[in-house]
């Protein structure tokens, strides 16, 4: 047993585990109770530790005692990021189809069954499960719910994991029913949501497009979502691809027929995401509508893309009164596009300059980091950012001392002790580097040795 290694994967410590796999730690080294260790990540929920073994050599399809395989132990899970993690390269090609068959139908099983009927049957226990949310991969991207019942606990990703799966063995499962696995789940940050959406985004054939925005027109809220989703992933994703423009296209007629607030509000964030003609038109639609959600997302239309014209009088005109709305955060977002227009510049500062004094907090930090990068370089601007140095507030702190640093303002010391007593330092952060020459340029940092 390589007890480093196995200290490393119960820490959860995946880069010693890839320094110690790297160095010849065998990664399917056997843990206390003899499985490999890959198990013992598995059982822990731990996709990246998983990922790790899996990278480095672990046998995910390795036959365990029981009869069954990492492999299985992960499906059996209910994590979708777990399954990703351990599914490893080409499992169609590497697993046998009656191996394939045995992982589809024990995840189809969970996912038929339900989780808190599928723990009943297996532990003989009665009564309500336990249900908890978590993070189901370590950059808290998506969720699942950890349901125990019985002394077990397993996560209700399992609709995910069979269409992962049958995506990986090349079956083309219908999108209708694709669709209707997210849909089952209210919440779109479900890890569900998730591998349905990537799934669909990897088939990329005419049938899929069409069968999916179909859905445009569903009588159910939550299949019109998905689409919006859809699209604005896509636009993410594939902004170059060859069919971004009739994608943009759908979104953008779309944006023009959509009368419910909340569905336009999704619509527009999905435009936003295409370098495309009708985004002008949609914020020069929707800037004075009656809801705020709407509106919120409107400025970002109107930013221009690298060989944009400049703005017409009439998009100038909309702009000019975004920054005079009645909603700060509409302001604030009129402000980041209005920057970008010297003849906006003076009316933009003077709003940042009353949204950093707002009582509202969380105005703040996007306030400072405007007027931070901002060309104005007026001792207004300075004295709001040397205002904003609040050690209890260390993301707003980090902005303004990065704006009086690119001042050379000599408030830019105060800022830096600020920042470090603060700990309030990203590693690898330009703002922070910006901080620290500045110290170093004038000598608050004294040279080494």
Request: with cysteine; proline share 8%; net charge negative.
């Amino acid at each position: 047993m390589s007890r480093p290694l196995l200290d490393a994967v119960r820490a959860g410590d995946h880069l010693a585990v890839m320094t110690l796999v790297d160095d010849g730690a065998d990664p399917d080294t056997p843990g206390a109770d003899g499985l490999p260790l890959l198990c013992e990540a598995v059982a822990a929920f731990d996709s990246t530790v998983a990922g790790v073994l899996v990278e480095g050599g672990a046998d995910p399809d390795r036959v365990l005692p029981d009869g069954t395989t990492p492999l299985w132990r992960a499906v059996d899970s209910g994590s979708p990021a777990l399954v990703t993690a351990v599914l490893g390269r080409e499992p169609r090609l590497r697993l046998a189809e009656a191996a394939r068959e045995r992982l589809l139908a024990l995840a189809r099983n969970w996912h038929e069954s339900g989780v808190a009927g599928e723990l009943r049957r297996r532990t003989g226990a009665s009564g309500p499960v336990e249900r908890v949310r978590v993070d189901d991969d370590s950059d808290g991207f998506n969720f699942a719910h950890q349901v125990s019942l019985g002394g077990l606990s397993v996560r209700d990703g399992h609709a995910g994991i069979l269409t992962a799966l049958e995506w990986a063995f090349r079956i083309l499962t219908p999108v209708d029913e694709l669709i209707a696995r997210a849909v089952a789940q209210p919440d779109e940050d479900h890890a569900t949501w998730w591998e349905v959406l990537r799934v669909l985004l990897d088939r990329k054939s005419e049938e899929t497009w069409s069968a999916l925005v179909a859905h445009r027109h569903h009588p159910d809220p939550a299949h019109r979502r998905f689409v919006a989703e859809y699209v604005r992933v896509r636009g993410v994703v594939a902004d170059d691809s060859p069919y971004a423009r009739r994608e943009g296209d759908f979104v953008s007629a779309w944006a023009a027929e959509e009368t419910d607030p909340a569905m336009l509000e999704r619509v527009l964030r999905a435009l936003d995401e295409y370098e495309h003609p009708g985004r002008e038109a949609a914020a020069l639609r929707y800037a004075g509508h009656p809801d705020v959600a709407v509106r919120r997302v409107v400025p970002p239309l109107l930013l221009p893309f690298a060989d944009d014209p400049p703005l017409a009088p009439e998009a100038r005109r909309t702009l000019r009164a975004l920054l005079r709305d009645t909603d700060a955060e509409v302001r604030l977002g009129a402000c980041r596009v209005a920057l970008r227009h010297a003849g906006l510049l003076p009316e933009a500062v003077q709003q940042l300059l009353r949204l950093a004094e707002d009582p509202d907090p969380d105005l703040h930090t996007p306030a400072a980091s405007h007027l931070a990068s901002c060309p104005d370089r007026t001792p207004a601007v300075a004295d709001a950012l040397a205002a904003l140095l609040d050690p209890d507030d260390p993301p707003t702190l980090l902005e303004a001392g990065y704006g009086l640093a690119l001042r050379d303002d000599p408030r830019t010391a105060e800022a830096y002790h600020r920042i470090r007593s603060a700990h309030a330092v990203p590693e690898y952060d330009h703002r922070w580097n910006a901080v620290w020459h500045w110290a170093w340029d004038n000598g608050l940092i004294p040279p080494v040795g």
